[in-house]
């Protein structure tokens, strides 16, 4: 395995790869080399036969408190607006086929809610600390925040947090539907999500990436486009071989043995 600074790498279980972002001083400040790191092991645990299903988690004390803001006081308009400054964050939605599960402990703040936000599942323990706080710092969230925090929970809750910087728990995250589940600990929050991980990671990986791949066309399409969209990846899934064998499966009540083809 490569050794990286920022991030640690492992595969907790089989099928499951995870990166846990590892910058405890800076409460996982989401810094350039950070997110290249992150990039590169997520495109690694992409094209990984052995990997289905990957984690992002941070620490118990955070997930990651935002972009870098020590990296980004200097930043000029024309360097910002040249280099396209945070886009490479985006990787992490148009890079990776496989589903990508959050488990968010502690602060997820500005650039973290944001990187929480792309995942594809998000899970979080009770006493989470999420928030959009960009406005006190003279800006706005340039990661996507204003996008993914209005559609999960509507427009006139997000516009209050974006517009006064307060944050929320995770039991708010949790009944506003932007978390799928909040945990009392970090502890059953790990736990809970390798669970997760493992049981999806027990399907057929053609079948686990068309799945994502439709719920995800949902953000972009109108429902008639969308449903049509479903319906041909749901066609294309009768070309793979683990659609025969899951339903030869079912019909002689055995466990289907997934060849991921
Ligand atoms: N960038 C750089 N360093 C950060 C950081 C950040 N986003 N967040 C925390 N740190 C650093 C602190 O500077 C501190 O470093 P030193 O020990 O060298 O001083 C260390 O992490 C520990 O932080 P605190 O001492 O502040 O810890 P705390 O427990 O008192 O407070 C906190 C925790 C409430 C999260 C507080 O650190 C904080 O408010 N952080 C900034 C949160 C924020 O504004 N995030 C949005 C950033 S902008 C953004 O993300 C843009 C975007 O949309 C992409």
Redesign the pocket.
Known sequence: ARSYEYILTSKPKPGVGQVTLNRP???N??STPLITELNQALREFNSADDVSVIIVAGSER?FA????????APLTFSEAYTKSF?ES?SDLTTQVKKPILAAVSG?A????C?LAMMCDILYCTENA?FG???I??G?????G?SQRLTRAIGKSKAMELILTGKSFSGIDAEKWGLAAKAFPSYEALMEGVTKTAETIAGYSKVAIIGAKEVVNKSQELGLRDGVEYERRVFHSTFGSQDQKIGMKAFAEKKKAEWTHQ
């Not at 408190?65 to 980004?72: L, N, R």
């Open positions: 001083k800076a409460l400040a989401l955070a408190a935002g972009a870098d803001i020590k990296e980004m945070i964050w602060h703040l500005g650039g973290g944001e600390n959009q706080p960009e006190k710092l800006t706005i969230p340039g990661a925040g």
